[in-house]
């Protein structure tokens, strides 16, 4: 966490509090949490409100907190020192002097070639193309001739210049009457009125919010620097929903989908450790965890944020049923704590619960991987062909789901990465190991 923004003050200025009692909700770039007081004590002064409070570097002073009651009133026009250090610093605009700059009314004295040719090709390019007028300029170059260098100069030191005239040559047709064409202006079509365009569809804008901010970020920074390459895998699942059946009506134990494929990714990456692993971009290592901690990709009003299963591969499938539900509840609702969702060792990202059959996940640095899964979709599979045999079994009709693998190839080599898609296949088309 680097910023945070101040959501909402529970207190107000002299209201007093204990320690333990909520002063403000702030929000980080994951969830809101609560800002809890440390020691009994009274609200003097809000320092930080509204729009002062918005993605306030971590350390920023937003209150200040007194013993006494009978000592809010010493702070009651209280400001803070950098603050007040720099209102009294900004310059007047009326302040200082300023050399009066060269006037470009009068022709310079050392010019010794025709107006025609006096701005150089370049200086003539520059000047046209910010609409003013320099051949007024004082020349440096060879007869007094205005460079690309003296532009620039009078465009930084704001010597005045006249607006360049730009008329359009009027256009030969054959006379009609005895009346001749005259210029026509660009000041003149400035005052042709214009349509006003009215739109029929009414919009609102919404601010983003610090979660959507950071998220943006992080994502384009992990797309631009990391080195995707992407590996995908078709898996049948329908081993895998026939025990789901089978739990429920013999033992009254509901598992997901979703559950089912993390404990099938834990042990894979047990199985193949290279993908557990993370990259430090500022020492250029790669870090092997011992650990396997499942981060789980959950979609809440604010944000998308991954709350962490830790230890997942020593959990079995109701332990991963119950965190699950627990931490995508408490995730939605804004309740989790920095611990539970900052870290992991690697990601899920199921957008199969809403339709969507296959796509590529951005990884979430350091982590090294992410696996993006999609739903499952009924495809009719043909059966291998028999030699001899006088009757060939028909096709069958199965549900199929693709798991695209989006590793960082500084860590993860294209064998690791097929490896671990096998094993993750293994684990789902024989899911009865799943529950040993």
Same mark, same amino acid.
């Given at each position: 966490?680097?910023?945070g923004?101040?959501?909402?003050?529970?207190?107000?200025?002299?209201?007093?509090?204990?320690?333990?009692?909520? /002063?403000?909700?702030?929000?980080?770039?994951?969830?809101?949490?609560?800002?809890?007081?440390?020691?009994?004590?009274?609200?003097?002064?809000?320092?930080?409100?509204?729009?002062?409070?918005?993605?306030? =570097?971590?350390?920023?002073?937003?209150?200040?907190? !007194?013993?006494?009651?009978?000592?809010?009133?010493?702070?009651?026009?209280?400001?803070?020192?950098?603050?007040?250090?720099?209102?009294?610093?900004? =310059?007047?605009?009326?302040?200082?002097?300023?050399?009066?700059?060269?006037?470009s009314?009068?022709?310079?004295?050392?010019?010794?070639?025709?107006?025609? &040719?006096?701005?150089?090709p370049?200086?003539?390019?520059?000047?046209?193309?910010?609409?003013?007028?320099?051949?007024?300029?004082?020349?440096?170059?060879?007869?007094?001739?205005?460079?690309k260098?003296?532009?620039?100069?009078?465009?930084?030191?704001?010597?005045?210049?006249? =607006?360049?005239?730009?008329?359009?040559?009027?256009?030969?047709?054959?006379?009609?009457s005895?009346? *001749?064409?005259? =210029?026509?202006?660009?000041?003149? /079509?400035?005052?042709?009125?214009?349509?006003?365009?009215?739109?029929?569809?009414?919009?609102?804008?919404?601010?983003?919010?610090?979660?959507?901010?950071?998220?943006?970020?992080?994502?384009?920074?992990?797309?631009?620097?990391?080195?995707?390459?992407?590996?995908?895998?078709?898996?049948?699942?329908?081993? +895998?929903?026939?025990?789901?059946?089978? +739990?429920?009506?013999?033992?009254?134990?509901?598992?997901?989908?979703?559950?089912?494929?993390?404990?099938?990714?834990?042990?894979?990456?047990?199985?193949?450790?290279?993908?557990?692993?993370? &990259?430090?971009?500022?020492?250029?290592?790669?870090?092997?965890?011992?650990?396997?901690?499942?981060?789980v990709? !959950?979609?809440?009003?604010?944000?998308?944020?991954?709350?962490?299963?830790?230890?997942?591969?020593?959990?079995?499938?109701?332990?991963?049923?119950?965190?699950?539900?627990?931490?995508a509840?408490?995730?939605?609702?804004g309740?989790?704590?920095?611990?539970?969702?900052?870290?992991?060792?690697?990601?899920?990202?199921?957008?199969?619960?809403?339709?969507?059959? *296959?796509?590529?996940?951005?990884?979430?640095?350091?982590?090294?991987?992410?696996?993006?899964?999609?739903?499952?979709?009924a495809?009719?599979?043909?059966?291998?062909?028999?030699?001899?045999?006088? *009757?060939?079994?028909?096709?069958?009709?199965?549900?199929?789901?693709?798991?695209?693998?989006?590793?960082?190839?500084?860590?993860?080599?294209?064998?690791?990465?097929?490896?671990?898609?096998?094993?993750?296949?293994?684990?789902?088309?024989?899911?009865?190991?799943?529950?040993?």
């Amino acid at each position: 966490m680097e910023t945070g923004t101040i959501a909402s003050w529970t207190l107000k200025e002299g209201d007093e509090f204990s320690a333990g009692d909520v /002063l403000c909700s702030i929000e980080t770039d994951k969830a809101t949490v609560d800002f809890e007081a440390q020691d009994d004590g009274v609200l003097a002064r809000i320092l930080r409100d509204g729009s002062a409070a918005q993605e306030l =570097p971590v350390g920023t002073p937003v209150c200040v907190v !007194v013993e006494e009651a009978d000592d809010v009133a010493a702070f009651a026009d209280f400001v803070i020192e950098n603050e007040e250090n720099e209102s009294l610093a900004t =310059p007047s605009p009326d302040t200082g002097s300023k050399s009066t700059p060269e006037s470009s009314a009068t022709t310079p004295s050392n010019r010794t070639v025709s107006e025609e &040719f006096v701005l150089m090709p370049s200086a003539r390019h520059l000047s046209h193309s910010k609409g003013v007028d320099a051949t007024g300029l004082v020349g440096t170059g060879k007869g007094g001739r205005v460079t690309k260098g003296d532009v620039l100069k009078a465009l930084d030191l704001g010597t005045p210049m006249p =607006p360049l005239k730009t008329t359009v040559a009027p256009i030969k047709v054959a006379p009609t009457s005895q009346t *001749e064409p005259q =210029p026509v202006s660009i000041a003149d /079509l400035a005052d042709l009125p214009l349509p006003n365009i009215e739109t029929d569809s009414a919009f609102d804008d919404i601010t983003n919010n610090n979660m959507r901010k950071v998220i943006a970020r992080r994502l384009t920074e992990a797309k631009s620097q990391i080195p995707h390459y992407y590996t995908s895998m078709e898996i049948e699942l329908d081993n +895998l929903l026939s025990l789901r059946k089978s +739990l429920v009506k013999n033992h009254d134990v509901k598992v997901s989908v979703n559950d089912l494929i993390i404990r099938s990714s834990a042990l894979a990456l047990r199985d193949v450790p290279e993908v557990n692993a993370s &990259f430090d971009p500022k020492t250029s290592q790669v870090s092997m965890h011992d650990s396997i901690d499942i981060s789980v990709a !959950v979609s809440t009003p604010s944000g998308l944020i991954t709350p962490i299963i830790p230890s997942t591969d020593r959990l079995g499938l109701a332990s991963i049923s119950s965190s699950m539900r627990d931490l995508a509840g408490r995730a939605r609702d804004g309740k989790l704590q920095p611990h539970e969702y900052q870290g992991g060792t690697f990601c899920i990202s199921n957008l199969g619960m809403f339709g969507i059959d *296959e796509f590529s996940a951005v990884i979430n640095p350091p982590q090294a991987a992410i696996l993006a899964v999609g739903g499952g979709t009924a495809r009719v599979v043909p059966t291998p062909w028999i030699d001899g045999a006088t *009757e060939q079994e028909p096709p069958r009709i199965r549900t199929i789901m693709t798991a695209r693998l989006s590793a960082d190839r500084r860590v993860v080599d294209e064998a690791s990465a097929g490896l671990f898609l096998s094993a993750f296949k293994h684990y789902l088309s024989k899911p009865e190991l799943l529950i040993l």
